[in-house]
């Protein structure tokens, strides 16, 4: 198993770990997190990033990283896209926040899997 297929097994596992529902859709690159009426937590992530791990789990990093941020905390009147009360500075503000913990949480399973094996 190359190093990008170990780091992106390891985010599923925080995935199934987290409760959260795993899901591959179709014609796409992108990723997704929700939260349905009955609370429970999904990411869906572009089946096109199968060609790419190292991206699909910088997707799926930062999904998580809504996951465990900002679950039931996002003002969806400032954050969706649709809403006119949208709040660009508190929307880039959500998305740097996933960035930066997917960021860790990949720089974390690497240094596990390089150093500690
Ligand atoms: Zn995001």
Redesign the pocket.
């Known amino acids: 198993m190359t190093k990008e297929e170990k780091v992106f097994k390891i985010l599923q596992q925080y995935a199934k770990q987290s409760l959260v529902d795993f899901a591959w859709a179709r014609d796409s690159d992108l990723g997704i ?1 929700l939260v349905n009426s009955e609370s429970c937590s999904s990411i869906y992530l572009g089946e096109l990033l199968k060609n790419d791990l190292k991206q699909a789990s910088k997707v799926l990093s ?2 998580l990283g ?1 996951h465990y941020l900002h679950r039931n905390k996002i003002d969806m009147k400032k954050y969706s896209r649709e809403s006119e009360q949208r709040d660009e500075n508190y929307s880039k503000l ?2 740097t926040e ?1 960035d930066a913990f997917g960021a860790g949480l990949r720089a974390a399973i690497r240094l596990e899997w390089c150093y500690l094996q």
Do not use: G, P, S, T
Request: hydrophobic share 30%.
């Open positions: 997190y930062h999904e809504h959500i998305e996933a």
